[in-house]
Every structure is written in structure tokens, then in C-alpha cells.
């Protein structure tokens, strides 16, 4: 180790994978850095929302990874992640093992597809191909009833993504209005909570409520999902025709944990403590959705917070390596603007506080400011 830089793998192309690497290289200059994934690209989920209404199209939201890859000196090893073995000093993927001195697993979640019919459901979270679907969709829909729901996953209550099924809910609202197609379709939203949204907090519970009110938008609450159908929505307390479904399923952990020896938390995710490592295997850390970490049963699974866990398991895994045992942590911060094409409302929550700004033009332009700050570090 003295006579040579320490040997760093990091797994996963998505937010939580990119910011360790930022953090590292940042800390350390000299780091041998390798980044695993199918493909050296971003893809950008939190703009997919726009892509129903052309705002937003494929081009814009998947970035291109070599120049960044190139200017921080990382390696790029293309292959899907399958294992582990010497207690993850070797990371078993399609293209071959690769050793490591230390590693980072962000690969992410996936979402639990147990539900009976959920394949006659768009999952949009899933990726742009999805949004794309909803976009083709909703263009050749005439009129009918449009659902859109989430649920979470019973043993890990963090492991849900609920945030933008509102906000597909108030674009897809907004975009028929703009097409004056509206009055042809009911829209309805659905959630097994009688408070969808609890996890923003009590004030965004009722504006979310208030919201769908005034947008003349039904609810179906505090039912739980029995299955879907080509054309239904069943639950234990009644079902209603659909002509497209959106359901954002719970998450749980990527299927190749299942491989190894890694502890897992009762949801099926990888085990951290509040330092982002992972107890009992030396020199491995978790960032993002992949992880279950010590916090508030809120704790949000997004962008935001993947950042904030990436740079403190980047901090102690630079500390660890040189022997000083360090004890970065990382503030839960519930952070996001749920937007509507043309305007936003600001959530924001942390343990000591919860604020909720009124929709206005300016948050839905601060939405769309963030995303090009934050994609041109990548670009």
C-alpha cells in the first residue's frame, strides 16, 4: 500500500456513485479510482418528468461520461456487478474480477415487482424509457381515466419514491389543460396511506390533498393494492377502471446482493451504519438506494441524499485507508420542489425542521436551474 496509491473501486453510474468520486478525487489526487457499470453515462431521472410534455426528450437527460471520467483520472470498467469475494477485495462482475483496496457500492435499488398484473403498469422511475412510454401514451389517448399511485415496501419505510408520482400526477394534469384535452379525462391518484406523502411532512400532506382537490383530481386512500388489471385498478377496498396505470412500486435491494455475503436490513438493502460503512467487511461503504441507514423513518431516498452519504463515505474510506479512523456522518435532509410544468412548491425537512413554500414560477425555474448546474459537472 505505502509504495503504491491505493486501489478504489466504485460501483454504479448513478447520483451516489458520481459524487464519491468527485469527494475522492477531491481529497485525494493520487487515488486509483475505478468506476463499474454497464455504461459510462448519467442518466438524469429527476428530469423525466418533463419528458411527457416535450420539455424534456432522451438527449437531454443521459450524459455522456468519458470527459468527466477523463478529467478526474478514473478508470472505467464496463460490466454489470455480480458478486463479491476475499470479503469484497475482489469485485466479480460479467467482464472479469477486479481487486480493490477499498469499495463503494452505490448501484442503486430495484423496484419489487410482486404485485399480480403490475405489468400492465408503467413504473417511470424505471428509467426514460418509461417516461417515454407515458409520453406515446398520453399522445394517443383520446380521453378515459388516467391512475397514478405508489406504495412503499412494508420492511424498510425509507425505500419508497413517492415524490415524483406527484409530481407526474400535477404535470400530467397541467399538460392536458395546456392541450385543452382536460375535460376528457379524470385523473385519479391512489396510495394505500390515508396520508400519501406523510414523509414530506404534515404540511405537504395537506397541500398535496388540497392540490388534487382543486385540480379536480379523485383519490383513492388507505386501501391496500390487491392487483392490477389491463383497464383496473383492485384494491381491498374497491377497484375503478384505468385507462393507463402509473405505479411506483417499494425498493429493494439490486438482485446480485443475493450473491454475497453482504448484511442485509429487513427491506432487502445493504446494512450501513451512520458512517456509511458496512459492518463486518473492512474497508466497504454504502452510498444512495442501495443502502438501509440509522435515521428518521423519512429519510429520503433521492439525489440529495445520495450526495450527502457519498461524501461522507468518501471522507472515512480516505481515512480508513490511511490508518486514522475517521467518523464523517451525513444530515438527513429531506430536499425538493414538486414541480407542474410551470410552476413548483419547495418541501424541505429536516429532524429539527419542516417547510413547505406555495407554488409559484420561480421554484419550477429553480428546478430547471439546479438540473443544468448540476449536469454541467458531468458534461
Known amino acids: 500500500m505505502s509504495n503504491r496509491p491505493a486501489s478504489i473501486a466504485v460501483l454504479g453510474a448513478g447520483f451516489a456513485g458520481l459524487s464519491t468520486i468527485r469527494a475522492l478525487r477531491k481529497r485525494d489526487p493520487g487515488a486509483e479510482i475505478t468506476l463499474v457499470a454497464p455504461r459510462a ?44 469475494a476475499d470479503g469484497g477485495r475482489t469485485v466479480q462482475t460479467t467482464a472479469g474480477g477486479l481487486a480493490n483496496d477499498a469499495l463503494v457500492i452505490a448501484t442503486g435499488g430495484r423496484f419489487i415487482k410482486k404485485l399480480p398484473g403490475i405489468e400492465h403498469a408503467i413504473t417511470p422511475c424505471e428509467g426514460i424509457a418509461a417516461a417515454e412510454r407515458i409520453r406515446d401514451r398520453l399522445r394517443d389517448l383520446q380521453g378515459g381515466t388516467i391512475a397514478v399511485g405508489f406504495a412503499g415496501n412494508p420492511n424498510e419505510p425509507s425505500a419508497m419514491r413517492g415524490g415524483p408520482m406527484f409530481e407526474f400526477l400535477f404535470v400530467i394534469d397541467q399538460q392536458l389543460r395546456r392541450e ?24 405537504a400532506v395537506k397541500f398535496l390533498l388540497a392540490e388534487m382537490a382543486r385540480r379536480g383530481i379523485r ?34 435491494g439490486n438482485a446480485w446482493f443475493d450473491a454475497t455475503e453482504l448484511p442485509r436490513s429487513a427491506g432487502g438493502l445493504i446494512q450501513a451504519d451512520a458512517h456509511c460503512r458496512v459492518p463486518g467487511f473492512d474497508k466497504v461503504y454504502v452510498a444512495g438506494d442501495s443502502g438501509s441507514f440509522p435515521g428518521p423513518d423519512w429519510m429520503p431516498k433521492q439525489a440529495h441524499m445520495a450526495d450527502l452519504q457519498a461524501a461522507a463515505a468518501a471522507a472515512n474510506l480516505l481515512g480508513d485507508l490511511a490508518g486514522k479512523r475517521s467518523s464523517d456522518t451525513f ?24 417547510l413547505l413554500l406555495p407554488s409559484t414560477r420561480l421554484f419550477h425555474w429553480a428546478k430547471r436551474g439546479f438540473e443544468w448546474k448540476y449536469l454541467r459537472q458531468y458534461r
Open 331 to 354: 444530515q438527513v435532509e429531506l430536499m425538493c420542489i414538486v414541480d407542474a410544468i410551470d410552476q413548483g412548491t419547495l418541501v424541505w425537512r429536516t429532524p429539527q425542521r419542516n
Open 180 to 203: 385543452g384535452r382536460r375535460d376528457r379525462f379524470e385523473l385519479v391518484f391512489f396510495n394505500p396511506s390515508k396520508e400519501p406523502g406523510n414523509r414530506l411532512g404534515p404540511k
Open 219 to 252: 383519490t383513492h386512500l388507505g386501501h391496500k393494492m390487491q392487483r392490477f388489471e389491463a383497464d383496473k385498478v383492485v384494491t381491498e377496498g374497491g377497484e375503478f377502471s384505468a385507462d393507463l396505470i402509473l405505479f411506483m412500486p417499494g425498493m429493494t
Open 41 to 84: 453515462e448519467l442518466h438524469y431521472l429527476p428530469g423525466i418528468i418533463w419528458i411527457p410534455s416535450g420539455l424534456r426528450k432522451r438527449e437531454d437527460l443521459v450524459i455522456a461520461l468519458d470527459g468527466f471520467l477523463r478529467r478526474q483520472g478514473v478508470r472505467f470498467h464496463a460490466a454489470e456487478v455480480t458478486g463479491l
